[in-house]
């Protein structure tokens, strides 16, 4: 990795917050000190998802049941199954939206989403989450799981929705309020620590840039731009 130390007098942030109070470092002088202990306790109440995706790619042979469209996507509420979210890349790419209408030789493009809590869940293994929600969704589908007809990888994402419990939004707007101190802005749904659409995290980031924008290039007094008393006395005569 390379390294490379600059100076700066405003930062925008869309790290983790958690992961970013663990990166920063306070100086006393040439001496590192620790975190405030409340900004520390704060951090340790922000909780997040971890993300299990399944990819899968399943041979249009190997589904038993080709009739009526093909979802782009649909949640399954079941506790003994363990994707919450399953969709359909191919069908925002590919003009057949139904599986009675693919080609003999398609493969059929299937994205499975698991979420744990590591808080709760500490001991899982991805690995074998795939292997069992593979065998789920062929019986949801009716597909042929054998290797023949499906393969499938997994992607773990460390971090993926934020926990909105009680503790989020206080936790959260401490260590923003503390970050802002030294003229570091967090945006987007990491850095602001809490659900948004894609827009509104757009627009977080756009609205903290003129916010900084602003700080370094003040607007300048309008009544700079005004004669003076004198000004207007000397102008009438």
Known sequence: KIKKIVST??????IPLPNLVNMITLMDGDNP???PPYIAAAASKLKSLTQICVNMVVHISAFSIRTGPAPDWFYIYDNDIHPARVSFPQRLCSNHGTLELAKEDDWV????EIFRDKSIDKDFDPNTLAKE???????LLSFDPSEE???????VNDRSYVVSDLDRAEAAGIIIKWLEGYNIYPIGTFGQWKYMWS???YF????AAEKVFNLMCPP???????PSKSNKENQSD
Not at 109 to 112: D, E, G, N, P, S
Not at 204 to 207: D, E, P, R, T, V
Not at 220 to 225: G, P
């Open 149 to 155: 007809f499906c393969q499938y990888d997994v992607i």
């Open 204 to 207: 977080s980031g756009k609205k």
């Open 9 to 14: 007098d405003y930062v925008l942030s869309s």
């Open 199 to 201: 827009d509104v995290a």
């Open 220 to 226: 300048a007094d309008q009544s700079d731009n005004k």
């Open 33 to 35: 000190k620790n975190l």
């Open 109 to 112: 493009a299937i994205q499975a």
């Open 133 to 139: 929600t593979v065998t789920q969704l062929s019986k």
